[in-house]
């Protein structure tokens, strides 16, 4: 394994999504991410995190200013809050990730909120509007956030069915950036900085990302992310030929449907002939 | 972030919601207040629990006289009432939020009520009616309310499946105060009071405002809440173009929806040209 | 507030509900009592309460011989019978409101039954029938209810899906008294006497309730409760303006439906012109 | 109230269930009872515990040998076996109701066995053969019936949709004994001993009851249980008109629906004219 | 009762179904027995568990080489493999049943599998390949299964709805043996051992048998289990006609729908004229 | 049962999946393992595990390298990472498998991931990016992997509405490897190396498979396992009559469709004559 830890989070941006979140930040406003899988939000919040908090950062994996929650459908606000533990002779309280954020001003981040349980969403309505407080009903007490506190969320508007359940009440209180695939120039750079490919395979594999996605328009709704065609790129690097390298890491992990996977292949002729 | 704290939160009133309330809080009967997402309801509450107990609050943002519990649907009577909790030698009795505002007197403020689970609905029966008892079924306690007890609910009638859920046995409990967004030239006070955008922005942010809520009448249900439009003030103020802020704060935050977008982009064309 | 704690619970007699209530209670029959939203159920048996065991009652709001269980789709069994709890060095058991009331030879009250969970229902089948006995799984233990013991239940036969939920195992187990809305002259008494507005005012109030329940044969189904119309009759002895009361005690406490609404003051432009 | 204990439970015998009963016991067969609400299935159990067991009873309300569980949907396998408890120093085992039957040797009656819970239902398949075992899975034991237990189960055929969830493999476990209401000879010779009515009275209203359970036939499915026409009896005996008291304990009691009362009332205008 | 305990359980064999148990348990192959309800598979396990081990067993009823559980949809895994309890001074570990079998070394016969809850299912994967190996994740233990060891499960194939619940990944782990009710004249001889009845009656019922197991081509799906055959010899032998016998023992408890009864009633009168 | 124990797991590779799961290895890409049920998805895991680990080894059926999990519905978040225990004087904390096998560097393979509840699968996405930790909540750690960790998961494409479950979000984290069942010549060697059946036995019964494994283009969907092959050849290698030990070890564990058995008997005829 590389030793890519311990510098600055990699993230190339793609429009003024950096200027707005530092404005948005001067001001305190909760920030939603929005975009498909795998296009980078999670790389840019670690970046912002890095940006916005230069002395207190120990390594890219383990950042001080940055606690990401990833959300699924058992996350409690208890989960997010703190619960009480029983020791040896009572109980004591443990904070929660968002608790943590907020007495310790980081930056706390929901991935994919909508996943959470609904406790969960209405829990961080008084830390997103001008009251800043997170009431911890367990024991009575109501915090004030941190001044360096912020909350970020994220959500893949491509899942349609989900949508739905980030309610009005809550989605009226974010700003939100919108983030797409990069374009095939700058994810060819992305590609060969990840992995140790040379830049005539990270082109190409960044030409097949992008017309993989434009399969969108013809019913394939996923899109490949990034990240497989790095992983394409590192099986590369370890000597498995591209075209198996593209199979395994690409069109099977993308698909199970024998269509589909025939289409891919017919794009991996094009551009791996 | 602005020192905006520690003075009397700011309401203007639109009509003759401020009266009424006196009048009901005279004869302590429960209110009930119903409007869409972020119209003003939680202002207003804050505004009479600074204006009925002049000499109780702390700040604006920790008000002595008002208890809020955002109602979600897991929150439980337990949750509301209170629990028994471990100590080192013994199990002791925690207050939860409406047993401590019956006790002490505060305005308890359910918000969202109908998202709160059936148990936490009925318990206020006879907190409403003129017993004025809330009974702790796990303390075998019957308490009688403090005489500066009230209790106060919201709900936004736009949610159509939700309203069924509010029984009339609950409904018919409560002095109902209606609510929507302030007139334009309101707003824009409110704006700039809120942001430190010049007059100029807040009156055209507080026209598109209206001019959006206007496409409620073709289909577009959610209308803008004043706080997405303050956001935009925000960025504005912090040094983003009018346009750029108005696509992320507001644009960007209302709607996934290609054809909506456009229509929201049409009208800041006419606002903002 | 008005001192109107301390003496018997108010109750006008519509019909012959009294007399077959104390021939019911001479014999211990469990009593059923049907009828819409605030009709009076919830005061008739507390003035039956009052009447019946005289020289137990300490106060209005606070009734040694009635015990009131607000029932709802989260109140179990050991709701209502009792639980252990853990003490400092062991547990103890503390007895649920049903165990009370079938120890001290109380009333109890379950109103809106249909709410309950089933095993609820089910606990009180041995309560009423010859064996008067309350099983405590939990104690082992099988008490004989106290001579004065008496269960009542109510429910709301307007609620038609809830309606099929009483099995009628449970219903053929009670004598059922009918309730509905007191007629005009009477209702205009009840108005007078529980706020201090004058005669005409509660008169024209008591017209105003009978008209709006006179929709429900025109598809309005709740009717409106004399609870609000003496909320209206409050909000007019405190200053506001009759029309201001009706719409914010009644109207919007009715219904969200413009059509309805629209309906409500044509009734109030007779009513109050 | 009067005293009526302590005597042996009053059952008049329709068919032959007495025979095939103590023949089913004499094998320990297990028994099935069927029939419709309130036909008299719970008085014939304690009728037979009283007669098989006469050396055993204390009161008529107090069967040493019967154990009675009505079932509900939340009854678990744990309710009836038993469950460990937390005592001062450690835990401690405590039986539930069919495990004391299991070892006293009582008869355990399982009332309306198809609400409860699935687990409870398997629970009593290896009682119910040649090995006559409770696997006690908590504690680990298998207790071996005492030589006089029984297991005897009822379920109400009329309820459609329940009954297929009495699964074959359960149903074929069980002798199954069928009842139906008295015929009206014997009724009014039940009516008239178990409340204080006249003769004449008795008869009119066995003659209601069986016309009013003829009208299952014309899809009124539930038929008037012999405890309401004891009920109006009682009424009557207490000084209330007959019509009055047939109102409140039969019609009332048996429907909200406006139709099926007034066909009720016509019966009764016939039989009490 | 008769003292039918303490010998080998007794079992007709139909076809070659112990050869090839017993070839399946030389490999230690597990093993699914199939077939409708009663028609002998628990009693066929009991045989082989006792002709296995021929030395280890106690009593009829108490087969220290078998341990059955019989399935539910609440048994979870942790019924299966054991809990924690909470003693005087500290916590300690009692194994379940199926943890009992792995280590003894006994027959652990899992009763209509397809009723448990899925993480129930998944459990027995590692005891059912080349591993032989129970984790216990609550102790962190991986129990090498006993060299006696076999794993057995059961169920009802007829039960469409159900059946598609044994995943084929688990079903394909299992040799299976199928069971049918045996044909009459083998049927008439284990009535006759079973109870006192006569040869004649014997033969009667076990025709009659035959003939209601026909009606399953008919529509007629359950079938009769060889059990309640037996319980109707048994009411015989104690005295109850013959007719009476059948009905209560079979007609009544195969069926609530009088059509379905009358077609048995008609068979029982060619059986028994 | 022979002593096949304590050497190398036997797995007869079909194409470059060797290759392919070493080169991710080498970039600790997670892998995806896909194939229908007992195509030897877990012996490949474990003949890898075997492989990248030489030196670790205890026996083959206790690989200290190899962490299995059998997901299911009700396997949560806690099962996998850990949860405290209460001892005699205080609670610990006990690692669950996940967390096992993060600590120690082993593969964590978790078989038929989509079964898990929905937690789990989130739980995964920071140990299968660039980050590689493991949030542990109720302790408040974050555990960064040890540098041998791998996560392994498999699912079935066959089952297609499970499919759908594993979202993309969790998809595109994985390099994808295919399983499919071995070609006849390579089955018969396996078949005959894992039972003690003769070559031309083997050669015949891998002939079968893949002749019932054609009837997928007929609609019989299932397959059969190579497991289920050899279960046959153990029968027949216990002297059990082929086309006997076929019908229990391989008709009836496919299936209860008299159809499909007929079918599968057909092909049974050919084969073994």
Redo the contacts between chains.
């Keep these: 394994?590389s030793a890519?830890t311990d510098v600055e989070p990699f993230y190339l941006p793609i429009g003024?999504e950096i200027?707005?979140f530092t404005?948005?930040y001067?001001?305190?406003?909760p920030v939603?991410l929005?975009g498909p899988?795998?296009c980078g939000k999670?790389r840019f919040i670690e970046h912002m995190a890095w940006r916005l908090f230069p002395d207190l950062q120990v390594s890219?994996?383990?950042l001080q200013s940055l606690i990401?929650v990833?959300?699924?459908?058992?996350?409690?606000?208890t989960?997010l809050v703190g619960r009480?533990?029983?020791?040896?002779?009572?109980?004591f309280w443990?904070?929660?990730?968002l608790t943590?954020a907020v007495r310790s001003g980081a930056i706390c981040y929901l991935?994919?909120i909508v996943?959470a349980?609904?406790?969960t969403?209405?829990?961080i309505?008084?830390l997103t509007?001008?009251?800043?407080?997170l009431?911890i009903?367990?024991t009575?007490e109501?915090l004030?956030a941190h001044?360096s506190f912020l909350l970020v969320i994220s959500y893949?508007?491509g899942y349609q069915s989900i949508?739905k359940d980030l309610k009005?009440?809550t989605?009226?209180?974010?700003?939100?950036?919108?983030f797409d695939y990069p374009p095939p120039e700058q994810e060819a750079l992305i590609i060969e900085r990840e992995?140790g490919v040379d830049g005539s395979n990270a082109q190409r594999l960044a030409t097949l990302g992008q017309k993989v996605r434009n399969l969108r328009d013809h019913g394939f709704e996923?899109g490949?992310?990034t990240?497989?065609l790095i992983?394409a790129g590192?099986?590369i690097?370890?000597?498995?030929a591209a075209r198996?390298a593209i199979e395994?890491?690409i069109v099977?992990?993308?698909t199970?449907d024998p269509e589909v996977k025939e289409a891919l292949n017919s794009i991996a002729d094009i551009v791996f002939p």
């Design positions: 394994m890519k003024d200027e707005v404005a948005a001067k001001s305190r406003l939603l929005k899988t795998g999670t890219h994996s383990n990401t990833s959300c699924h459908e058992d996350l409690t606000a989960d009480y533990l029983l020791d040896q002779d009572s109980t443990q904070d929660g990730p943590r991935d994919e996943e349980r609904k406790d969403t209405v829990l309505h008084s509007d001008h009251r800043r407080l009431p009903d367990k009575g109501v004030q001044e893949n508007p949508l009005p009440s989605r009226q209180r974010f700003v939100s950036l919108v992995c996923e490949v992310s990240r497989l992983y590192e099986l690097d370890n000597g498995i198996t395994y890491a099977q992990s993308l199970d």
